[in-house]
């Protein structure tokens, strides 16, 4: 049995609220003077899990969440997971259950009005937004046979009201340039379901590789039409390599591409198909601390960027950091 509760309280200050906020003011920077407020957030949950194994080889999981949001009220969403393991080697699952996400405080109020480059861009927030409620279900096959792994999968999620967010400007305005203008807004009812496929092979303990899979159709119910910012096909080829020393020392190659990527801004409607080189290494230095750097986009892909092409990726981003754990 596992049970808690939690508590999350967020506090966001900054122009990137505009007057979306309270406690209003202004900010000066390099001549520039913008408007920013502050917005308060309060969330409260329990839950509770059961896992109970009814033979050797069935086990079930029943479990119900209750999320309480100092704006939304009070939700509960029940699930239930189940497990059949054939052999050691080998599982049948099957989940299904109710989910719950309130919209950020992002979400909600920003007023973000920012210079990138050669553009304009401002992302408008809605505090008109309603909650995202889920219903979600998911069944797959897991096995390992020697140095191989593998799984294979299916799911199916209805969401009413998913929250997800628009451009819908983009032009030349004289005296400012390109501007570019995207807002949150609620999908009245959304489909999201696709099959997802794994397979690893360990050539030995130190080298792997694994490649995944993933076909998505995702429908926004309302309008009988696809949902934005996704791609149809999606998938990694990986290779990894760890020391396992007793504070190891590990690093991963991969490849990330994408195909049949739906992109639309007003009545420009663009699919792209593209791939990223990304690589990342890490070391553990003692028990509750870790250090990395990588780099995204090794070669630093780009794409058409025109009058009727405005969706882009990063350049090449390098990255460094450390975790600590208490």
Request: hydrophobic letters at 30%; one cysteine or more.
């Amino acid at each position: 049995m596992t049970y808690g509760a939690e508590w999350t309280t967020t506090n966001m200050r900054g122009t990137r609220f505009g007057g979306g906020g309270d406690n209003k003011y202004s900010e000066t920077f390099a001549g520039i003077t913008k408007a920013g407020s502050e917005k308060d957030v309060d969330t409260y949950a329990a839950y509770l899990q059961d896992e109970w194994k009814i033979t050797d080889k069935w086990l079930l999981i029943p479990a119900v969440r209750f999320d309480h949001h100092n704006a939304f009220g009070s939700h509960t969403s029940p699930k239930i997971g189940t497990t059949y393991s054939f052999s050691d080697n080998s599982r049948f699952k099957v989940n299904y259950g109710k989910s719950f996400r309130a919209p950020t405080v992002y979400e909600l109020y920003s007023t973000m009005d920012k210079r990138m480059g050669m553009m304009n861009v401002q992302v408008l927030g809605n505090p008109d937004l309603k909650p995202e409620k889920a219903t979600n279900f998911d069944i797959g096959f897991e096995a390992e046979q020697g140095k191989w792994s593998g799984k294979l999968g299916y799911y199916h999620n209805e969401i009413d009201n998913l929250i997800d967010s628009d451009m819908f400007y983009r032009g030349y305005v004289p005296g400012v340039g390109m501007v570019v203008k995207s807002k949150y807004y609620n999908v009245g009812e959304a489909e999201i379901s696709g099959a997802e496929a794994e397979v690893g092979y360990n050539f030995n303990d130190n080298w792997n590789v694994k490649a995944t899979y993933n076909y998505t159709d995702a429908k926004d119910k309302t309008a009988n039409a696809r949902l934005n910012n996704r791609a149809r096909q999606n998938g990694v080829v990986q290779l990894s390599y760890t020391d396992n020393a007793e504070l190891p020392c590990s690093a991963t190659l991969w490849s990330k591409w994408y195909v049949d990527y739906l992109y639309k801004v007003s009545s420009n409607v663009n699919t792209y198909t593209f791939n990223t080189f990304n690589f990342v290494a890490d070391k553990q230095i003692t028990k509750n601390l870790h250090v990395y750097a990588g780099v995204d986009n090794i070669f630093d892909k780009t794409l058409p960027y025109d009058e009727n092409h405005s969706y882009t990726i990063d350049g090449r981003t390098w990255r460094v950091g450390a975790e600590m754990t208490f």
